[in-house]
């Protein structure tokens, strides 16, 4: 067995908090006096193994229906009881926690993956170029977040990749704004100034000196904004724009529901309450992760 | 300040020129015959010619921009092309019935969100703190349209007290409309509530801590006179700006409320006509949400430099 220092610190930590005070004592302790926070946590990791493991969660196949089970209310083979074509909703909900995490985490990603860089460069370089992508950014967070997406959305056609595409544009200029205004003032520190001095290039000051010290800040903005990811994506398939029948997604779900208030309420219940519970962690987990990162007395 | 309100209206009009951009760019990325596209499918040879002569689809794109520039400050953005009714006289007809939502929302969310934070804010770290940004985090995670059919479910399927949908003019029938509204304004009043509760948590904090507060304090005022003359009227500033910003997402929520309770305003135009392809509504109703969001933000921004005129000197 191979010796792993920074493991031991953690076992150590756990075992008595206070005695140490490393860098990740100090984090540990401060999440530890945030249960909710840790609890989020615990829920999202939840629901990842849940969208990983559906195949071997969820016994039944979400997409087989059943005309002798319509609508029938949760019983011991069919917990969450069936919908409207005699499907097991609980599979349906099981197998929709892939999608919603999957959009959640690609929108987001994809954001990013456009939104960092083209702040960084528009920071680091200020000039006409930062003007042109600033006003650009203003223009794009004009248009309110879900009519933007349904605008993408009318344009290149209604299916998962696309909302996912229209969701993670609509999140990008968030990224770009949040960049560029975190590398305005990194790069007003002394030691992207000094690293500069020392001959450094434009890359290796943005890639070595400043990426790693904005990098807290984007993944605690990337927590806070794959709940709402997720949220849009629901919107979207509830409104018929993300993903199409018969994929199981917890907003295609919904509107089926919707009809069926009156003799199948459970068809609402458990593809809202995950969305739900998997937003609501989310947004706790982002709560604690902002608190240990960036430390503020609220 | 004449050169903070000359830089901030140009800045505006830069976006407002950029966004015109993208909705007209954004049109012609539609694939297929731009005539086609702004005509309909069921369009005669003689409408798709009127489309490419009122446009002048043969011309070259910038003189298309230029031109369908002219007609929308105009104020013809077109004409559906499901009723053939002008895109201005459509929205004109569904706007109202969407501000009167989003203004009882507004009023629901206010009236949450302030006293609930300002509260907050004076009992920091109590058991009505917790409580209080406990509900504020559900309120932001829980998705609007889950909320609005489980209220549908408990206030109309199961006690019949509320009708699940419809709408009835306000004039016409008072009684009727409220009830009609209750339900779509409380979901969109809960997510605003939400962040306007953080926020006024927050701000009345960092207000609290401040020298003059403690001065106050000192002089012997009571806490009601502190909370009211002096922090609260500080304390409030960003929630304003708070509450321009979240415009935007009140017209999103719109469009998700309007969907489940069947109201017939703006935001349920909007899906009808991307199912129906009605791409001139659709470009129509895009860019004067855009335009409009764009307007608030400046009158927001004005107004903030109004009420802290340290903001005329940093910006």
């Not at chain 1, 995490?101 to 170029?129: E, F, K, N, T």
């Not at chain 2, 935007?248 to 899906?271: C, D, H, K, N, Y």
Request: charged share 15%; with cysteine.
């Amino acid at each position: 067995m191979s010796t792993r220092p920074a493991a031991t610190a953690d076992a150590w930590t756990l075992a008595d908090p206070v005695a140490v005070a490393t860098r990740g004592g100090r984090a540990w302790r401060r999440l530890v006096r945030r249960p909710p926070a840790v609890a989020g946590a615990i829920v999202v990791l939840v629901f990842t193994v849940i969208a990983l493991g559906a195949p071997w969660l969820a016994r039944t196949d979400p997409l087989r229906t059943d005309w002798a089970k319509i609508r029938k209310p949760p019983t011991s083979a069919n917990p969450f009881g069936t919908d409207d074509l005699g499907r097991d909703v609980f599979a349906r909900v099981v197998w929709g926690s892939r999608v919603s995490m999957q959009a959640g985490v690609c929108a987001v990603l994809l954001a990013i993956a456009v939104g960092v860089p083209v702040g960084l460069v528009a920071g680091y370089y200020r000039g006409s170029l930062d003007q042109l992508v600033m006003r650009f950014t203003d223009a794009w967070l004009s248009f309110p977040f879900l009519i933007l997406a349904i605008g993408l959305v009318t344009i290149l056609g209604p299916s998962l990749t696309n909302a996912t595409i229209a969701i993670g544009l609509g999140a990008t200029p968030t990224y770009i704004r949040l960049t560029r205004g975190l590398v305005l003032a990194t790069n007003a520190q002394e030691y992207v100034q000094g690293a500069r001095a020392m001959g450094a290039g434009d890359t290796r000051v943005m890639l070595r000196h400043i990426v790693p010290n904005i990098f807290s800040a984007l993944l605690v903005q990337a927590t806070v904004s794959i709940p709402g990811a997720i949220i849009a994506e629901a919107i979207l398939s509830f409104l018929g724009l993300g993903v199409q029948p018969p994929t199981p997604s917890w907003g295609t779900m919904l509107n089926t529901a919707q009809q069926f208030l009156e003799s199948a309420p459970w068809m609402a219940w458990w593809p809202g309450l995950a969305i739900f519970s998997l937003t609501l962690s989310f947004n706790l987990a982002g709560d604690g992760l902002r608190d240990l990162l960036d430390p503020k007395d609220y | 300040m004449a050169e903070f309100l000359l830089r901030r209206v140009a800045i505006s009009m830069v976006t407002l020129f950029v966004i015109t951009v993208i909705v007209f760019t954004g049109v012609r990325m539609i694939p297929g015959d731009p005539a086609r596209v702004m005509a309909g499918t069921d369009a005669d040879e003689a409408g798709l010619a009127e489309v490419r002569q009122k446009y002048g689809l043969n011309d070259p794109i910038a003189v298309q921009y230029v031109r369908w520039l002219g007609l929308a400050v105009r104020g013809d953005l077109g004409e559906s092309i499901r009723t053939r009714e002008s895109v201005v006289l459509t929205v004109r007809r569904k706007l109202p019935i969407t501000l009167q939502l989003a203004c009882f929302a507004i009023l629901i969310a206010v009236g949450i969100a302030i006293p609930v934070g300002i509260l907050s804010a004076f009992r920091r770290n109590t058991l009505w703190d917790y409580v209080a940004n406990g509900l504020s985090l559900c309120g932001l995670s829980v998705p609007s349209f889950w909320l609005g059919i489980m209220l549908i479910l408990f206030f109309s399927v199961r006690l019949g007290w509320l009708p699940a949908s419809g709408f009835v003019p306000l004039f016409e029938d008072p009684l009727g409309n409220l009830q009609r509204m209750a339900m779509p304004a409380l979901v969109l009043g809960t997510a605003l509530a939400a962040v306007l509760m953080r926020q006024t948590r927050n701000s009345m904090i960092e207000v609290l801590s401040a020298d003059y507060i403690r001065t106050a304090y000192s002089k012997g005022l009571a806490a009601r006179a502190v909370i009211f003359r002096h922090a609260f009227r500080n304390g409030l500033i960003p929630v304003v700006t708070i509450l321009g910003l979240q415009m935007g997402a009140l017209m999103s929520g719109a469009v998700v409320t309007e969907q489940i309770f069947v109201v017939p305003g703006f935001g349920r135009l909007i899906v009808e006509a991307v199912f129906t392809r009605d791409y001139p509504l659709v470009q129509g109703v895009v860019l004067l949400t855009a335009s409009a969001y764009v307007l608030i933000n400046l009158l927001v921004d004005i107004s903030y430099s109004v009420l802290d005129p340290r903001i005329r000197v940093t910006r």
